[in-house]
C-alpha cells in the first residue's frame, strides 16, 4: 500500500528547543521534519505538532513551528491523551430527525467513532521510545493507519530509539523515510510540485 497525499496527517512531535541539542543525530533529525513539513505544505496536507512540557523545554524550533497548522501544548507523553485525536478525526455527527419511514430508535445500530476523512497519519519526532512511541501506540489502538519517519526520529540515545522502532513495527505501524513519503505523495515527476520538492530532498 503507497501513501497517498489526499489521505494523509502530518504530526510533528516535540522537536524542542532545549530538547534537541541531546538528541542522538539531532540536527539531521530536526531537518528531515522541516524537510516533511514543508512538502506536506506543497502537497496540502495538514500538518500538526506538539511541545512537551513547554514552559520546561521550551517550544519547537520556530520555523518549523510556522509550517504548522496548529501545534498542541501537552503535560502527558502521549499527544493522544490531550486533543490530538480530535484533530485527526471529525467530530460524530448527530443524527437527523427521522421521518414516518424511519426505523425506531431501539432498533437502530449505535453510532460509532467516525473514520478520519485522511486516515493515514504520517508521525515523527522525539523521543522515540516515549512520546513518540506512545502516541503512535494510542493511534493504532484507535485503529488508524499510522506510519513513522524513521530518520526524523531519534532518542537521546540510538539504543532506545531502535526499541521503539522494533516495537512500533510489532505493533502494525509502517516505519519509512522523509523521501519514501515525499515521493508516494507525488507519484510521478510529472507532479506540479516535483521540481520543488527535489530541491528540498538534494
Known sequence: MLLDADDSQLVLIDYQEKLMPAIFEGPQ????AVKLAKIANMMQVPVWATEQNPSRLGPNAPYLRALCNRTFAKMSF?????????????????QQGGNAR??????QKPQ??????????IIAGCEAHVCLM????????EEMEVW??????????????????????????ELVTTEMVAFE??????????????ELIK
Open 112 to 121: 460509532e467513532a467516525p473514520e478520519p476523512e485522511r486516515p493515514s497519519i
Open 78 to 94: 502521549s499527544a493522544a491523551e490531550e486533543g490530538l485525536i480530535d484533530v485527526l478525526r471529525p467530530p460524530v455527527r448527530k
Open 102 to 107: 424511519s426505523m425506531p430508535k431501539h432498533l
Open 148 to 173: 513513522v519517519v524513521t530518520d526524523a526520529c531519534s532518542s537521546r540515545s540510538e539504543r532506545n530509539r531502535d526499541a521503539a522502532f522494533d516495537r512500533l513495527a510489532g505493533s502494525g505501524a
Open 29 to 32: 533529525v530536526l531537518a528531515n
Open 134 to 141: 506512545q502516541t503512535a501506540l494510542q493511534l493504532l489502538e
Open 185 to 198: 505523495w507525488l507519484r510521478s515527476c510529472e507532479h506540479p510540485a516535483f521540481k520543488q520538492m527535489l
